[in-house]
């Protein structure tokens, strides 16, 4: 069980794509901001992003000299044969004085917590321990100090892991529900033969292209898959001039056409619109009489009132 019944303010834990951006969020008030080598160690390595082991360690010293953390990510899996490289990123992180690294391979964790006992490892969302049991092994084989949990999880289950674990946690607050293991990165994985966990990079940006589709929405593809379709929608009120009419025949009355009934009414007003992304629509209109034509005697309404909503399923 957690025994830590103490409330604690939570930390606020930024990403950092270059040193800039690490700077930026120091300086706004992050609590913590995690980054990543420029290579296969992390699952964020796009081109131009990341930082070099020099980058790091004056970043480490300009955020420790204000205050704040620098977590580093060394969170995809080593394939066979290259595990070398993850080592010296661990290697790079101690020398830097980084104050946590987050890690999801096990290897990688049992090497930092055999070499660099006093280093705090922090599990990655990548690992997808999603359950107390998973949690509680990675802590006490490794020394874990702090879960990421995957994003899948809602607020019940993330309440009731805490309660059950004796670290602390760590969520996202912002951003898509990440897949992981599944969905959209084995789609890359097939589809570019880069892998997601192993290289670190999802959806790259060369096997990515928007289309705009005849119904105007834009679709973004992976290859030849779709990922992603939005369509262009508008929220929010209008007010406009409307001009509308009426217009009768004769009327009838015991099967004899009364002359001089009929009658053409022209009405102008302002009208009052509200819509809702592409489903709700209402309207609140006042039409004013200006022109009446009628042959005969016609009873025309000083205004009136229009009034309509609509549902789109």
């Given at each position: 069980?957690?025994?830590?019944?103490?409330?604690?303010?939570?930390?606020?834990?930024?990403?950092?794509g270059t040193p800039a951006s690490l700077r930026t969020a120091v300086d706004a008030g992050a609590?913590?901001?995690?980054?990543?080598?420029?290579?296969?160690?992390?699952?964020?390595?796009?081109?131009?992003?990341?930082?070099?082991?020099?980058?790091?360690?004056?970043?480490?010293?300009?955020?420790?000299?204000?205050?704040?953390?620098?977590?580093?990510?060394?969170?995809?899996?080593?394939?066979?044969?290259?595990?070398?490289?993850?080592?010296?990123?661990?290697?790079?992180?101690?020398?830097?004085?980084?104050?946590?690294?987050?890690?999801?391979?096990?290897?990688?964790?049992?090497?930092?917590?055999?070499?660099?006992?006093?280093?705090?490892?922090?599990?990655?969302?990548?690992?997808?321990?999603?359950?107390?049991?998973?949690?509680?092994?990675?802590?006490?084989?490794?020394?874990?100090?702090?879960?990421?949990?995957?994003?899948?999880?809602?607020?019940?289950?993330?309440?009731?892991?805490?309660?059950?674990?004796?670290?602390?946690?760590?969520?996202?607050?912002?951003?898509?529900?990440?897949?992981?293991?599944?969905?959209?990165?084995?789609?890359?994985?097939?589809?570019?033969?880069?892998?997601?966990?192993?290289?670190?990079?999802?959806?790259?940006?060369?096997?990515?292209?928007?289309?705009?589709?005849?119904?105007?929405?834009?679709?973004?593809?992976?290859?030849?898959?779709?990922?992603?379709?939005?369509?262009?929608?508008?929220?929010?009120?209008?007010?406009?001039?409307?001009v509308s009419g009426d217009t009768k025949g004769n009327d009838h009355v015991d099967g004899n056409?009364?002359?001089?009934?009929?009658?053409?009414?022209?009405?102008?007003?302002?009208?009052?619109?509200?819509?809702?992304?592409?489903?709700?629509?209402?309207?609140?209109?006042?039409?004013?009489?200006?022109?009446?034509?009628?042959?005969?005697?016609?009873?025309?309404?000083?205004?009136?009132?229009?009034?309509?909503?609509?549902?789109?399923?």
């Amino acid at each position: 069980m957690n025994d830590d019944t103490v409330p604690r303010r939570p930390e606020l834990v930024c990403p950092a794509g270059t040193p800039a951006s690490l700077r930026t969020a120091v300086d706004a008030g992050a609590d913590a901001v995690y980054c990543g080598l420029q290579n296969e160690t992390n699952a964020r390595n796009f081109p131009g992003l990341n930082f070099s082991p020099v980058e790091l360690q004056k970043s480490v010293a300009y955020a420790h000299a204000r205050g704040a953390k620098v977590l580093l990510a060394v969170n995809t899996f080593p394939p066979a044969g290259k595990f070398q490289l993850w080592k010296d990123a661990i290697d790079v992180a101690v020398a830097c004085a980084v104050d946590a690294i987050i890690v999801a391979d096990m290897g990688v964790a049992a090497y930092a917590s055999r070499n660099f006992p006093q280093l705090r490892l922090h599990l990655s969302v990548q690992a997808g321990a999603s359950s107390p049991e998973a949690i509680r092994f990675h802590c006490e084989e490794f020394g874990v100090r702090r879960v990421v949990l995957p994003r899948i999880l809602t607020v019940a289950e993330i309440a009731d892991i805490h309660r059950q674990i004796p670290r602390e946690i760590e969520a996202f607050v912002f951003g898509n529900i990440g897949m992981m293991a599944e969905g959209r990165c084995s789609l890359t994985n097939y589809v570019t033969g880069i892998s997601t966990n192993m290289d670190g990079v999802c959806s790259p940006a060369a096997d990515v292209r928007f289309e705009e589709e005849a119904d105007g929405a834009l679709t973004s593809r992976l290859g030849p898959f779709v990922i992603d379709r939005a369509h262009a929608v508008c929220s929010g009120l209008s007010l406009q001039g409307v001009v509308s009419g009426d217009t009768k025949g004769n009327d009838h009355v015991d099967g004899n056409v009364v002359e001089g009934s009929a009658e053409t009414d022209v009405f102008c007003g302002p009208a009052l619109g509200f819509t809702w992304e592409s489903n709700l629509a209402a309207e609140l209109a006042v039409d004013i009489p200006f022109a009446t034509s009628a042959s005969g005697v016609a009873l025309v309404p000083d205004y009136r009132i229009r009034a309509a909503l609509s549902w789109q399923f």
